[in-house]
Structure formats: structure tokens, C-alpha cells
């Protein structure tokens, strides 16, 4: 059996190459080895290709049996589905065609017919030709249509002179422009158009190595697999000369690359992801990665991948000016003040040895050290580079590792040096070239701050900009005040980092010019800024963070503002507005948070996010519910494999304790607790925990007695989350809640004597249930000794009508009871102080909860005739 097929998600040109191939193997059988692009399956589903030869089904065929493989427009085992299993066959004879250039593992065959033209369909038609077989005009029209579509009309600059002999060749067989033109004609659909601009907003333009390269980023919820035809509108609207797309879809980024400029060659850097291409079109598919994570490792590929038109020895200062090894360090300074420079190589025999700068040497000197040579002091762990060193690997050394000069190394010889100031201004040539003609997009949040936020807070945030102006330095809002502000939620919970400066330095300039107290936190950074009403702004300084190990405090670092926003647990957490008075109001995204908002969804930054920091997981719940948003698919997927991983076992319990506090504090907490077990993460944090529908009524029941509380208005506070809790925990027994306390360190007086109440207000509510207990008396002297949110949870616990009656009128009415009359009123009805005071007290207070004394005159005449039995029976007990 001989089979012709091709790569998988097939195009025009790869339908049209196997067309081509059944002119040329008339027995062989024609099998797609998967899906197919939409513009194809379209085409073939509404009847606007007929087709010329009969395809069968893969399902059809028996793997086994084939004899011959014919492989059109695809060479790589891992693109033609399960025709791979058949080119490990022994006996079976592979010929090939096709147009990609030769790399990595490609399928080997008897016959090869390669060549570098725009489409693989011209060349199998000019195969035909050279064979002197004909085609009938609906043959041309497809293979004309393959040619079409891969070299964009014959304009692609892949296109090439045999692509248009074999055009050629398909009209003189009567070919029809007008059938391809309305093939390859594509409307785009509301969703492409929606991607389209997504795409035509989230360009961000780059120089690597001399060459403007644009990476733009979109997210669709399932790909579709047609996105190319956006590359090229985009090409044709921007006017760039080399584009990446990245699409976020599901589990997965694609990538859509097109080139119109030799140094870039996109197959080139498809192949280094795993995908493939031409020099001037590729794609590729990164499984398991945030976009984030995706664009990072594009932009690392491309600094790799592209040529760099300048390097070491185009931007070098020489001749080097260098200091001998035994130079002394006062002679150093004299040189180096002498030529007006602020560092230099050190060298023996011309050989690099370490780098001596000027403020060394100045300090050496006033120590009383300028007779001692530089050998001695000078930095001997010196990155250094060779004079065709790339521009961006001689960027990251000196900026990267805060390198202030770079030695050009040739033959161990020392031939230039590059400073900071090289640097600049290469940086501030590439600005230009990069800016040129294309105004910066900003974004500004002013309008949003007007509406949305007290004058007085918006003085505030001006003030801080004013501050950090004063003090050399950048201050921003971030975090989930900038993502509420946008999505129009009402939050004055202000975070502010300072970019460049130090962040307690600035809290306590500011706390001097408005009187404020200022709370450092000298390990983190950070600081608070509280004012006279008890307000609060949190203040950090632009920080690093890194994890010694899974779930463990984070280790600071300074850094700048996008590295302390790539920290943050979420990307639509990851908002800035700057405050400096120049561009006060500016929205800064690095890393696509707006497009993150508008479609409503939690996504991670990086994949590790949730081994680092596992509290993560409870908050992508919480946020998804609040905010009535979805979790990404890949987010969602990262942290069903931390709960494989058991992800809380060595995580602090307070830091868990804290998120899951949170999560009983918002109204959306029943929905966050299904979602909780839904993902398995109650199971980690605590084994007895169970959720179904019996255990949610039970929590919606707790939910609506609060509420029913709060609308007492007693004035007396409960801490709602404290009853949640102890509904959330109810299956657990008494010694697993002290443990679960344990573990999470739950502290306070007040709440330890809540949990610990507990067991003593399931008896209680035995009691009850068990009718024993009917008077109000009896009720209270059972209730009262209990805490207020044990009253709320046995509330909730029952569902005995008559015992839910019993507690409602507890909380409402009994707790408060009082007796009207008090000691004075005693003594004046003739009671001395003493025993016999309390026992009245206690008397009448029973009697006024039963309902036996209403008014201040019934309790008077009791206590009259209390008075009156006790006399009375003293004098019994005296006469007996």
C-alpha cells in the first residue's frame, strides 16, 4: 500500500503538494495525518474545492501494510501524527518533497526532492511540468492556490523565480485567479478581530543587535490554528520587518513568526522552541509555560540567534589606559586624574590581573595607604570580554553585574576598554532608532483617580511623587489599589514602592512633613506610614525576592520596579501608577495586566510561583471569587501538581492561617470553600475537613445567623470569620481542632477561648436538643458562661426548631436581662449588705428570665414577701 500525506493542522499548500503527489503515484492513497486548518476545512466543507481524488480517513488505514510513504511539505517525524510509527518500519520505502531547509532529526528517504521555494507545491508542479503530465483546470486552480497562499500572493520575500515559473505553468493549464482569490480570501471573525486588537496593543519593540524586532501578545480561549493571516495584517498595518506573536490558549503558548530582514531567520528561532519554519515564516507551541515565561524565553533565543551588527571592538575606548600591577595606589590616583577616567585595568606582562577603581584609591590614600601597590586592593573577580563579545552580552555584564568598566580582551591581551558611558551611548542611539516615527502608547489614570478616589488621597499620592522627586528617587502605587482603581472596586488600601532610593528613608521624610509615625521593618525593607485618624500607607522599597526554600519567608534584595512587580503572586496584581509630578497619574504594565482584567482571568507570572509561596493557591481562589473571575487553564494545572506535592506541609502556619482567614472574610466565602475542595486544598489543611452539600447548607446557615446578628444591632462586635471557621472545622474532632490550631498559630486570648469552647457548646447543645432544658433560667445559666460566636455556631448547628427558638432568644433578648431594682433600692426596703442581698438578686433575676416579674413594682413586692418567708422561716427553725 502506498500512502502520500503530510504534517498535521494542514494548509493549502500542504492540500495542494498532496494533490500533486497523486498526479505522481496515481495508486497511492490520500490520508491527512491530523486536523485542518479552518480556511482548508472550510473550503472543503462547504463545497468551494472539489475535490479531484477521494481522501480516506486515518482510521482507515493499517499502519502496518504500507509499503511506500510519500511525505509532502514535511520531513520531521513529529509533525505528521501517526505516520511517524510508520517511518521506523524496516521494509517501507520514504520519498520526499519538500521546501524547508534540512535541520535537527528529519525523516531520511529513497527519494528526495528538495528545494528552497516559496511553497512545496511548486515544487512538486514542476515536477509535473518536467514530466510532461497534464492537469485539468480544477487541479491548477488548487495547486495554484497552495503556491498562492505560502508565498502571499507571489510577494512573500521568500517568493522565488521557480514559484513563479511554476505559477506559470498552472495558468497555461488553465488555472482560475479568480476561484484562488476567493479561497484564499479570509474574514475574520469576532474573535480574531478582538486578538487582532489585543496583538495591535501589546506591541513592545526591541533592539537585539542592531535589528528592531516586535513582539506583540494576545489570548484566545481555544486556538484555532488560522492566526498567521493576523501576522501579516499586522506586518501590512505597522509596516515592521520582523514580528512574533505569542498567543496564550489553554495550556499553552503559540508562537507566529514572520521576517521580512535577513538577520532575523524566524525558522531558526521556531526550531530553537521546538517549532519550524522558513527564514521568513515559522511557528512554534511552548507547552507548559506562562506567557510571561514564553516571552522571556523568545527574547533569550533572539539575543542568541541574531547576528549582532556591533560588538566588542565597534564600542570599545582604546588604547586602553592601564595600571601596572606594582603600581602604588597614590600613583594610581595621579594617573587616573590625569586622563579624567574612574577605573582601569590592572596588568602584568599585558595580562588582566583585576580592575582598580578611583574611589578605592581615593580611600586607600586618606587611610594612609598610598604607598601599598593596587595589587593589593583592587577587584581581582573581574568579568571581561573578547573584542567580538555581542552588545547584549556586554549589556548584561556591566549592567547585569554592576560591572563600572569592562575589559576588551585579544590573545590574553588587554585592547579596550568599555564604560558605563559606552553604554549610554550606544543605549541612546538605539532610543532613537527605535522611537523614530512611532509615538509611545500611555496610558493615564487621572480621569479614574478624579471619580474613584477622596481628594484627599489623591493629595497624598501627589505628595509622595513630590517627596521622591526631592529625593532623587521614583515612587509608584502598585498592586491591588491600581487593579481596583481599573476595575472601579472601591479600595484605599495604598501600597507604595520607591524605585532608586530607599524606602524607610522616604517613609520618615514624609512622616516629618505631615507628623505621622513611621513603623519600619529594617529586614524587608518596608515601612508603614500611619496617620493621626489610624489610616495606613504601606511603603517598600523595589525589592527582589528569592526563597531559600518552598514556602519559606522570601530573602530580599533592591531591585528595580519591574523586578519587584514580577515578585507578585498574579498578573493582574502586577499594576503601577507613577506619582513623580512628570507623568503623575501614568499606568505602567509590564506584564499584560489590563488584558488580564478585561478577560477576567488569574493567571501566575512563572511556573514555580506556587512552589515558592503555596498561600498563592488559596488566593488565586479567593480572587477568582471575588472578583468573578476564571483561574487560568495553566495556572489551574500548576496547582492541582502542588497539591500532588503537598504543598503546605512545610509552609508556616500563620501565613496559611492568614489566607485562609481572608477567605472567610469575604462575602464570597462558601463559593471559595467549594472551589477549595474542588482542587483538593482543604484535604492540606487538615485531613478531616469534608465539604459537601450537607457541610455547605450548614456554612450558609452560620453566613445567614451572622447577618441576622448584625441586624440586632446590639452594638456588642463578634468576629464572623471565628464562627465560619468553627463551621468549616466542625467534622474535625476535639483533639484535631487543637492540633489544626496549633498548627495554624492561631493566638489571642479571645480566640483560643472561643476554639476551646467548643466541645462545651456541642453539650450544651445535647442539652437542648434533648428537651431537658426548658426554662429561660435554665437556658441562660447553660448559655451564658459560653462566648458569643459559640452561641451564632450552635445557631447554625441545629436545625431542632424549638432549639434554634431557645438560642435566637438568648442572643436577642435574655443575655441582656437585668433587674430593675439594685443594691440601693434594697437597703432602702430595709435589706442590710450581705449574703442575704446576693440570694435576692439571684432570686429575682431567675424569676424576671422566666417571665414570673415584669415591672420595678412586681419586684419590690417580691422582694417584700422574700423578706417576709425568710423572717417567717428563721423563726420556725428558731422555735423547733
Not at 516629618?512 to 495606613?536: M, S
Not at 499606568?587 to 482571568?601: M, R, S, W, Y
Amino acid at each position: 500500500m502506498e500512502v502520500i500525506t503530510s504534517h498535521t493542522n494542514a494548509d493549502f499548500d500542504t492540500f495542494a503538494s498532496m494533490i500533486a503527489a497523486k498526479k505522481l503515484y496515481p495508486q497511492a492513497r490520500l490520508v491527512f495525518s491530523g486536523s485542518l486548518e479552518k480556511t482548508l476545512k472550510e473550503a472543503i466543507d462547504s463545497g468551494s474545492v472539489k475535490l479531484p481524488f477521494k481522501f480516506d480517513r486515518i482510521k482507515d488505514i493499517d499502519i502496518k501494510k504500507i509499503k511506500r510513504l510519500i511525505l509532502v511539505d514535511a520531513r520531521h517525524p513529529g509533525r505528521i501524527g501517526p505516520f511517524a510509527e510508520a517511518v521506523c518500519k524496516k521494509d517501507i520505502d520514504i520519498h520526499i518533497y519538500d521546501h524547508h531547509p534540512s535541520t535537527g532529526d528529519v525523516v531520511k528517504g529513497s527519494v528526495e526532492v528538495i528545494a528552497p521555494y516559496g511553497a512545496c507545491t511548486s515544487v512538486l508542479t514542476l515536477v509535473i511540468r518536467d514530466r510532461g503530465l497534464s492537469l485539468t483546470p480544477d487541479e491548477a486552480t488548487i495547486l495554484m492556490a497552495g503556491i498562492y497562499e505560502d508565498t502571499g500572493f507571489l510577494t512573500y520575500p521568500g517568493t522565488t523565480v521557480k514559484d513563479y515559473e511554476a505559477a506559470a505553468f498552472l495558468l497555461s493549464n488553465g488555472a482560475n485567479l479568480t476561484v484562488v482569490s476567493d479561497l484564499l480570501r479570509k474574514e475574520l471573525t469576532p474573535e480574531e478581530v478582538s486578538l487582532l486588537n489585543d496583538f495591535l496593543h501589546s506591541e513592545t519593540k526591541y533592539i537585539i543587535g542592531g535589528v528592531e524586532v516586535v513582539i506583540a501578545e494576545g489570548y484566545i480561549e481555544r486556538y484555532v490554528g488560522d492566526i498567521s493571516i493576523l501576522a501579516h495584517k499586522i506586518r501590512d498595518i505597522e509596516g515592521m520587518n520582523c514580528l512574533f506573536l505569542l498567543v496564550d490558549s489553554e495550556d499553552r503558548v503559540h508562537l507566529i513568526a514572520r521576517s521580512k530582514t535577513p538577520e532575523v531567520d524566524v525558522g531558526k528561532v521556531a526550531r530553537a522552541i521546538g517549532g519550524g519554519g522558513h527564514p521568513n515564516a515559522a511557528s512554534a507551541t511552548l507547552k507548559g509555560v506562562t506567557l510571561i515565561e514564553a516571552k522571556e524565553k523568545l527574547l533569550s533565543i533572539l539575543r542568541k540567534t541574531i547576528a549582532p551588527r556591533r560588538n566588542a571592538s565597534d564600542i570599545m575606548s582604546y588604547p586602553p589606559i592601564t595600571v601596572p600591577a606594582a603600581t602604588t595606589l597614590r600613583q594610581a590616583v595621579d594617573l587616573m586624574r590625569r586622563y579624567n577616567i574612574n577605573a582601569a585595568p590592572v596588568v602584568e606582562d599585558s595580562e588582566i590581573h583585576g580592575v582598580i577603581t578611583r574611589q578605592v584609591c581615593d580611600k586607600a590614600v586618606y587611610h594612609g595607604l598610598g604607598s601599598a601597590p593596587v595589587s593589593d586592593y583592587m577587584t581581582t573577580e573581574v568579568e571581561w570580554v573578547n573584542a567580538d563579545t555581542s552588545i547584549d552580552e556586554i549589556r548584561e555584564k556591566v549592567i547585569g553585574h554592576g560591572q563600572r568598566l569592562l575589559p576588551v580582551i585579544r590573545d590574553k591581551k588587554v585592547v579596550g576598554v568599555i564604560t558605563r558611558t559606552d553604554l549610554l551611548k550606544l543605549l541612546q542611539d538605539e532610543l532613537r532608532e527605535s522611537t523614530e516615527g512611532a509615538p509611545k502608547k500611555v496610558r493615564y489614570l487621572s480621569k479614574h483617580m478624579k471619580e474613584r478616589l477622596p481628594e484627599w488621597v489623591i493629595e497624598i499620592l501627589k505628595e509622595a511623587g513630590e517627596i521622591a522627586e526631592e529625593l532623587g528617587c521614583k515612587a509608584y502605587a502598585v498592586g491591588g489599589f491600581v487593579r481596583d482603581l481599573i476595575l472601579r472596586r472601591d479600595n484605599l488600601d495604598i501600597d507604595i514602592v520607591i524605585e532608586g532610593g530607599d524606602g524607610i528613608v522616604f517613609a520618615h521624610e514624609f512622616a516629618k512633613r505631615r507628623e505621622l509615625r513611621v513603623r519600619p521593618h529594617h529586614r524587608f525593607r518596608t515601612a508603614v506610614l500611619i496617620f493621626p485618624d489610624g489610616f495606613k500607607i504601606d511603603i517598600a522599597t523595589a525589592r527582589l525576592e528569592y526563597y531559600e526554600k518552598p514556602g519559606a519567608l522570601p530573602t530580599i534584595e533592591q531591585s528595580s520596579l519591574k523586578l519587584d512587580l514580577y515578585r507578585r503572586d498574579f498578573i493582574i496584581n502586577t499594576l503601577a501608577i507613577a506619582l513623580n509630578p512628570e507623568g503623575f497619574g501614568e499606568l505602567i504594565d509590564f506584564f499584560g495586566a489590563q488584558k488580564d482584567l478585561k478577560e477576567k482571568t488569574i493567571r501566575v507570572l512563572h511556573n514555580l510561583s506556587f512552589v515558592e509561596d503555596p498561600t498563592r493557591m488559596l488566593r488565586a481562589v479567593r480572587f477568582s471569587e471575588k472578583f468573578d473571575f476564571r483561574i487560568g487553564k495553566h495556572t489551574l494545572n500548576l496547582i492541582k501538581n502542588s497539591v500532588k506535592l503537598d504543598s503546605f506541609r512545610q509552609l508556616s502556619g500563620a501565613r496559611l492561617f492568614e489566607e485562609l482567614k481572608n477567605i472567610l472574610e469575604e462575602e464570597t466565602a462558601v463559593k471559595s470553600i467549594r472551589k477549595l475542595n474542588e482542587l483538593g486544598l482543604l484535604k492540606l489543611i487538615h485531613k478531616s475537613i469534608t465539604w459537601d452539600i450537607d457541610r455547605e447548607l450548614f456554612f450558609e446557615r452560620a453566613k445567614e445567623a451572622l447577618t441576622w446578628y448584625k441586624l440586632l444591632f446590639t452594638g456588642e462586635p463578634v468576629e464572623e470569620w471565628l464562627v465560619l471557621f468553627l463551621a468549616l472545622t466542625d467534622p474535625l474532632t476535639e483533639s484535631e481542632l487543637s492540633s489544626l490550631v496549633k498548627r495554624l498559630l492561631i493566638s489571642g486570648k479571645k480566640r483560643l477561648f472561643v476554639l476551646n469552647s467548643r466541645i462545651d457548646g456541642i453539650k450544651a447543645l445535647n442539652r437542648l436538643n434533648s428537651g431537658m432544658v426548658k426554662k429561660n433560667s435554665d437556658i441562660y445559666e447553660l448559655l451564658k458562661p459560653l462566648p458569643l460566636e459559640i452561641h451564632i455556631y450552635l445557631l447554625a448547628r441545629t436545625q431542632n426548631e424549638n432549639v434554634k427558638k431557645a438560642l435566637s432568644i438568648f442572643i436577642a433578648k435574655l443575655r441582656y436581662t437585668e433587674t430593675m431594682l439594685k443594691g440601693a433600692d434594697l437597703k432602702k426596703l430595709g435589706i442590710e449588705e450581705g449574703p442575704i442581698m446576693g440570694e435576692i438578686f439571684r432570686t429575682l433575676f431567675k424569676k424576671r428570665l422566666d417571665g414570673e416579674i415584669h415591672t420595678k413594682e412586681d419586684e419590690e413586692e417580691f422582694v417584700k414577701t422574700y423578706v417576709k418567708w425568710k423572717k417567717n422561716r428563721k423563726a420556725e427553725k428558731k422555735a423547733k
